[in-house]
């Protein structure tokens, strides 16, 4: 918008005081006098950027699939049945191999709250500095390699359901930027290999846990990122950012 002040007489010395105008923020202050008659512009406002739309976006989508779950389940359709992944099937239903990394088991609800917390912490921790486009890369490039994992080494029939493979997709990514990433991180690489070394444990031990898919999703997310790194190495400009680090159920 323009702010318009009216002409007062070019022989009056107010005329040549600086034209006050008030900013965006709603202080005023002083527009420098250039001798020209014409409006002052006003400052644009200034819309604080959310660095998590990616992060909550796959969050939110997380939640509206569980939702969705109940909604079937009290109709008495079995949705894990269908929105599962088992090797079985993976080749004449694939749209399994997606959906099962939305999908969350329906009788331990911490399942979706762990996994959620998680997604919170890495997107916290990755999305600003991989960029929005690289970080959903990642997250989705590691569903995949999880579901790639289940469908090759996990018995035929057994169904897995659960966003762990993309989220294990994140711990890779977050070793990539400890390892390649600058400098400075490399001071957190023993903290990050103790937590990846005690989460691949827990699903080995655990009955229950896909440790196929969690195995998929670390090396994919580890390969991807590293790639990305490399990439913004040679060609500093297509870096969406500045990198940063601060269940199976699957």
Not at 112 to 124: D, P
Not at 210 to 236: C, E, K, Y
Request: proline residues 7%; glycine residues 12%.
């Amino acid at each position: 918008m323009n702010q318009y002040t009216s002409g007062p007489d070019p022989d009056d010395d107010a005329a040549h005081r600086p034209v006050p105008y008030e900013t965006a923020h709603g202080r005023p202050h002083h527009a420098e006098h250039t001798g020209t008659s014409g409006p002052a512009e006003r400052q644009a406002p200034v819309r604080p950027r959310n660095p998590m739309v990616v992060t909550w976006t796959l969050i939110w989508t997380n939640v509206a699939v569980y939702a969705l779950m109940w909604i079937l389940n009290l109709t008495g359709i079995d949705a894990t049945y269908w929105l599962g992944l088992a090797p079985a099937v993976a080749f004449t239903e694939p749209w399994r191999i997606l959906t099962s990394g939305f999908a969350h088991s329906m009788t331990n609800p911490t399942h979706l709250l762990l996994n959620m917390y998680t997604l919170w912490i890495f997107g916290r921790m990755l999305e600003g500095g991989l960029g929005r486009g690289r970080f959903l890369s990642v997250y989705v490039a590691s569903l995949l390699g999880g579901a790639a994992a289940v469908v090759l080494l996990s018995p035929e029939y057994s169904l897995t359901v659960g966003a762990s493979g993309a989220i294990f997709g994140l711990f890779g990514a977050v070793l990539a930027v400890t390892l390649w990433g600058p400098r400075q991180f490399r001071s957190n690489l023993t903290t990050i290999l103790v937590l990846i070394g005690l989460n691949v444990v827990f699903g080995f031990l655990v009955p229950g846990i896909s440790w196929q898919g969690h195995l998929g999703g670390l090396v994919t997310g580890l390969v991807v990122t590293g790639i990305f790194l490399a990439r913004s190495r040679r060609n500093p400009r297509s870096a969406g950012g500045r990198p940063q680090a601060t269940e199976q159920g699957r």
